[in-house]
T-cell receptor
Framework: SAVISQKPSRDICQRGTSLTIQCQVD?????MFWYRQQPGQSLTLIATANQGSEATYESGFVIDKFPISRPNLTFSTLTVSNMSPEDSSIYLCSVSRDGGNQPQHFGDGTRLSIL | DAKTTQPTSMDCAEGRAANLPCNHSTISGNEYVYWYRQIHSQGPQYIIHGLKNNETNEMASLIITEDRKSSTLILPHATLRDTAVYYC?????????FGAGTTVTVRA
């Protein structure tokens, strides 16, 4: 399976600031996704990162708050903008080689705490 | 995605088989059953998936009932490192809907 690296692995930020999380894959993949896992909760899909076009956001998530880039088939970034304590979560990147009924493989996430 | 129902928690003895049930009574014909697990402080790990037939890989076996309304994930020889939250997901596209899963604790 693909090796997925996320940076940073954790961070503590001040409210009102923004943080960009990077996701790097060791091979080209068709689909890249971003998830959020709030404390004690399960994972929720934020958006699908589309190469060469705007990301596709799930209900409850908007581009102004979570801008996403995907410049090529191995890299994506998620920015958490104007952070508040409610944004304290683990943010995870996942990839799927072909989409559809192919397994997704996850990075170990970025643990974000907002003071 | 079809709704899935799993027990909240299970205890298993180290070295014994762990059988994790999942109910997906509203699954549609083209939805696969996927299993993932999340070990503490790590991202979810793909385990196995199947449509109709039973499946086996190096990690586990997946038994799907003939009517496809339920399935069982079998870890043949549970180890302490198998302690994790196990998620059963029924879906047919790229979107994964994670429920609460089953917290499995393997005890020595």
């Amino acid at each position: 399976s693909a090796v997925i690296s996320q940076k940073p692995s954790r961070d503590i930020c001040q409210r009102g600031t923004s943080l960009t999380i990077q996701c790097q894959v060791d091979s080209q993949v068709t689909m890249m996704f971003w998830y959020r896992q709030q404390p004690g909760q399960s994972l929720t899909l934020i958006a699908t990162a589309n190469q060469g076009s705007e990301a596709t956001y799930e209900s409850g998530f908007v581009i102004d708050k979570f801008p996403i880039s995907r410049p090529n088939l191995t890299f994506s970034t998620l920015t958490v903008s104007n952070m508040s304590p409610e944004d304290s979560s683990i943010y995870l990147c996942s990839v799927s080689r072909d989409g559809g009924n192919q397994p997704q493989h996850f990075g170990d996430g970025t643990r974000l705490s907002i003071l | 995605d079809a709704k899935t129902t799993q027990p909240t928690s299970m205890d298993c003895a180290e070295g014994r088989a762990a059988n994790l049930p999942c109910n997906h009574s509203t699954i549609s014909g083209n939805e696969y059953v996927y299993w993932y697990r999340q070990i503490h402080s790590q991202g979810p790990q793909y385990i196995i998936h199947g449509l109709k037939n039973n499946e086996t890989n190096e990690m586990a076996s997946l038994i799907i009932t003939e009517d496809r309304k339920s399935s069982t994930l079998i870890l043949p020889h549970a180890t302490l490192r198998d302690t994790a939250v196990y998620y059963c997901i029924a879906h047919n596209d790229y979107k994964l809907s994670f429920g609460a899963g089953t917290t499995v604790t393997v005890r020595a």
